[in-house]
């Protein structure tokens, strides 16, 4: 039975998410699978995976052959390398532990890697912040001091007419006294 490694797809229209299987080749793309290994996410930044490194190598190890993305998952998580230094032991060019201590180093830099990116995208994201609450006070600024040009005319005007009712005002008192 000639086995894949492949994604099935779950998740809303628009909204994908994955789940990382061994399933029969023949089998449908969402249909019955053997072991899921994992899943994957690729909505979020930087795409979620989850997987199951050692089922993942056990498969390899039976003959099961990932797809394209399924093989770029596998290697992102290491499982490729793992399986490749795996060979290693079968021949005796490595012992186990070189193989764990290798594969842990390998995954120690990964995770830096992983972390100094996700660092940069919180700093880039506060930077983006900042600009645009620099740019909203910079308009809001702009606003006042055109509130404040228009109120200025208005209060003048509002002044030379309280200015006028007030002379008017004299005057019609004046006529009603000289009368």
Known sequence: MPVKI??????KKGK????????DSRAKRDGKYLEKLGTYNPTTNP??????????????????QPSDTAKRILSYKGVLLKHHLLGGVCKGALTEE???????????????????????????????????????????AKRAAEAAAAAAPAEEEATEETAAEETAAEDTAEATDKE
């Open 47 to 64: 795409a979620t995976i989850e997987l199951d490194v050692d089922s993942s190598v056990k498969w390899l190890n039976n003959g099961a």
């Open 98 to 140: 070189q193989v764990e201590e290798k594969f842990n180093a390998w995954l120690e830099e990964k995770e830096n890697k992983i972390g100094s990116k996700v660092e940069d995208l919180a700093k880039a994201e506060a930077d983006a912040k900042a600009k645009a609450l620099e740019a909203e006070k910079e308009v809001n």
């Open 6 to 11: 492949r994604l099935q797809r779950h998740g």
């Open 16 to 23: 994908p998410f994955y789940w990382v299987v061994a399933a």
